[in-house]
């Protein structure tokens, strides 16, 4: 399988003074734009490939501007060279190979923060799980307003009695069951309406004791109209919108020969159509002073492939292509960033279960420590540079943080 982008060899990826946004393209190769032609092929090619061992699959970015018969040239030699890299790129017949570099993070106690307790972010993922931690730690750090973004309504603020005692899910079971529930999967739903109602309120809890305010809003970020209106609304109470976190995604995890186009979707624009209203709303700012920062949370899932996760790859690699395009930073004045994490404990609330905890602790791949993983964020975002970064767990060898 070969798949074909024409960004012009680097990916779309162009040198930017500072190294604000990636440094692969030649100056005076085409710069791509957006929508980014092809964006999430290569996370896509690199799951399959994970998937598929015994086939010949590679993602190939060219300049179209080349000569035909050169580029035919290095199509060829792309597949026949079956341990070479999945995904290559070409300009002026340089092969560029796109490589993560180990980086350590900076210290020095709590990093100067973009941010004042006037200051106003705005994150999408709902009050739960990685989103969530990052709010509280952002809160903590600078005192700041937080309005949060989601899918899950918002809770009421007294839970229903007799349900208050069913402290897991076995036990929300049980007493669902015992209100009449029946077939296993209503009482699975209702099970994780409660618990994801639980999460959010005792997060709406812990974020006004450190919070200037809060306020939860229940919107699809894949809804171009919901998310303006919510900016509209952040706007229009505080005059401001300092900063802005997408971390709204779902995983409907299936083989790709199971895959279903609809499933494929939903995944992918989560991530890529939520980043795409994000900056167009916050980009249409008015009067208002322009965000500082629009950080996007993708995953290494994007940058190294995964098994039956070609849709949620693909999505977190268009991420990373939308954080590293000149069209987009032109766009939104302030610093747009992907951070690419790695795996974190269960307890964080991500996307990790207890089941892949276990598993990956039998691989030796180590999980982010949540604590770890927020002082790593605000470090990266206080001091980094550069468009993407890798955050993974740290391991002999190997640094908590990398940039491509």
Known sequence: MLLVTGCGGAFGRVAVPGGAHGDLLPEGAPEATDPIPGAGLYGFARSAAIEYPGAEIRAVDIDPKDRPERIAA?????????????????????????????????????PPLPLSRDSVVLLTGGARGITARSALALADATGCH?????????????????????????????????QGLRTPADIEAAASRVLAAREVRATLEALRRVAASVRYHAADVTDPKAVYAVVADVRARHGRLDGIVHGAGTIEDRLLCDKDPVSFARVFGTKVDGARHLADAAADHGDAPAPEFLVLFGSVAGVFGNRGQADYAAANDALDTLATTPAWSRRFPGR???????????EAGGMVTPELERMYANRGVPLI???????????????GTTGQVVLLAEQPGNGFGGRP
């Open 74 to 110: 290095h199509l060829i030699a792309e597949l026949c060279s079956p341990d070479e890299p999945v995904a290559v790129g070409y300009t002026n017949g340089t092969r560029n190979v796109p490589r993560t570099v180990p980086v350590p993070l900076p210290g020095g106690g709590r």
């Open 146 to 178: 937080i309005e949060l973004i989601g899918r899950t309504p918002p809770p009421d603020e007294v839970e229903d009695p007799a349900l208050a005692h069913a402290l897991d899910r076995v036990a929300l079971r049980a007493a669902l069951v015992h």
């Open 336 to 346: 747009v960033l992907a951070v690419d994490w790695g795996p974190w404990a269960a």
């Open 369 to 383: 420590d949540p604590d770890g993983g927020t002082d790593a964020f605000l470090a990266e975002l206080a001091h």
